[in-house]
């Protein structure tokens, strides 16, 4: 205990460290006289005020970015940087020289960047409390400044000129030059573009004020408004009009890793606050939904290939994989998703039809991904058209139309204005696969089943449970009002009461959710039920809905397991519901215990398929007798 409070008072102490660099009095930055060394020295050059710093900032370990941020507020937020998509070693140094040249050097001397200067003559450098960083003659005319090489930021009083470009950062803690500009081209036209990444020239544009030949400035006003002005000062579009005093927050415009330029401002002092968080909040950003304004023909539109965005609550585009997929960079949620089954074959004698099924997702499409067109089917035929084409990905059904798209699937989006709905083709299970896994593995793909054993007859509510599997995370969270009340916790998972609604009946349910995918994301929580922690959950539901005991889960798991069969074995069922008649007299109940029985056999390749399941349960296929779960020699 007392280790894991010094470690957490070390990390404190970590973490604010930088906070207490080198407090100068202000000063102009000398000829010659003054340089700074990316290394623990934490030295800055400071605004008179203290509110920005220029110096090295550390972003990996050995990696600094010269930089420009704000120096009061625990974020240290970076407004600015040099030589961005390159960082620095440690021992590398900016100076100015005495012949007034501003330049960046590394631990050997060697120029890695240098300020472009107007013209000769810089008498001195300094840190303005504006954020911006100057060179200037002795006539104090600027001959040079930060303001005019803007990387993704603006901030109040900094303008953006014709030709003025911001690009955003590659990801929240990667400054590299990414996949998002933001122009005030040379025509007037005010333009978001996505970025041909890794090359410079841009794609698509995806927002634009439409004001070629009259465009001519983007000020961020004193007042805390942005806006496009035309050469006569009168303002064409406001880029932001919920404007906040520059005395009481500070403020900046940054075009995000996501593509979405916002205005956010920070309290400068709790009094100052107005009932705002002291943190970075969003006064306004553009353009409103990012998800449905990207449609490019090349490139991935706003997430990366075959992922979806979709805007949450907070507006925030989120980019997710469908189903079945993960990401190819789990470290970076705008990369590829890549399916996490294998492909299916394109032999025509061992067609793999009846291996596929789909998870259907209402209001969602990938434009431009398709390669067939179908006009007035089914949607039955437009499933079975695509499980029968090896080349099918998915298919999108709508009004009578269907769509078979192929890899990689781009511009992925799920909004209400889509409509219909994506049919997205995942292998059923990989039995053989799965002989490897050892259960305690199995467990960890179990990502949340939900089991009703409130209130009325656990039998009528096995149905339920059937359709909880259908429910996204969204719905759980959501019925379960975020995951709020606790029923009981175990050493894996954590059980919550929910409500579910359906055709305006209301069900308590009771959903576990793993420990594990609770601190993962909200993709990796949408894996697939699997059929051993399905059996398990069956055998709790029937047998321990009484005095659900969560913290014994995992180690009555097999006792579970054995007892049920025994019981089984011995017709003695009833000792399982402890005599529940209502239980003892519902026919499907030794059907259950059947199904539970297959599905917990130690040799995965005897458990039946998910799908199968559903069949047994519905009562479509006959439950054949099930053997002992211990034993693998036996074979159906
Ligand atoms: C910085 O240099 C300029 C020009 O020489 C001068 O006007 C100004 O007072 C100096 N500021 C400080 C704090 O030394
Ligand atoms: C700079 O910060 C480091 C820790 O990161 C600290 O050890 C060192 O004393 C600081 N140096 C100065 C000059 O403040
Ligand atoms: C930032 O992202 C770029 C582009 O993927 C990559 O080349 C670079 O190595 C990353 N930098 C860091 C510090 O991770
Ligand atoms: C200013 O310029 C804009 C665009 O060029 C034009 O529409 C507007 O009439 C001008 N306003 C004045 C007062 O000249
Ligand atoms: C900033 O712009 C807004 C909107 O055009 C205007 O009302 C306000 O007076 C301007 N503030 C300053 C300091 O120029
Ligand atoms: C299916 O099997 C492949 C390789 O055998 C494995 O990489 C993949 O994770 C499995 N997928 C699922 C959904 O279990």
Known sequence: MAFAVSSTMLFVLLVLLPLSATAQPYRNVSL??????????????????????????QIIRGGYLLAIWFNKIPERTIVWSANRDNLVQEGSKVQLLADGRFEMSDPRGQRIWAATLSSVGVAYGAMLDTGNFVLANTNSDVLWQSFDEPTDTLLPTQTLNQDGTLVSSFSKTNYSRGRFLFSLQSDGNLVSYTRNFPMDNVLFAYWSTQTVGSGFQVIFNQSGYIFLVAKNGSVLNFVSSNAASTSQFYQRAILEYDGVLRHYVYPKSANSAGGRAMGWSTMDFIPPNICTRITQTTGSGACGFNSFCALGTDQIPMCECPLGYSLIDPNDRMSECKPDFAPQSCNEETSEADLFSFNDMLNTDWPLSDYAYFQQVTEDWCRQVCLDDCFCAVAIYRDGNCWKKKYPLSNGRVDPSVGGKALIKIRNSNATADVSGSKKSKRSILIITGSVFLGSSMFLNFLLLLSIFLFSFKELKGATNGFKEELGRGAYSTVYEGIIKNDNTETVV??????KMATEGEEEFKAEVDVYSFGILLLELICCRRNYEPEVEAESEMILADFAYDCYKEGTMHLLVANDEEALNDKRFDKFVM????????????????????????????VPVPPDPASSITSI
Do not use: Y
Request: hydrophobic letters at 35%; one cysteine or more.
């Open 595 to 622: 199904i539970s029985i297959w599905c917990i056999q130690e040799d995965p390749t005897l458990r039946p398929t998910m799908k199968r399941v559903l069949q047994l349960m519905e009562g479509s296929v006959e």
């Open 510 to 515: 009771a959903v576990k959710k793993l420990h």
């Open 32 to 57: 010659g006289g003054s340089s700074i060394t990316a290394n623990n020295e934490n030295s800055t050059w400071l605004s008179p005020s203290g509110e920005f710093s220029f110096g090295f900032q």
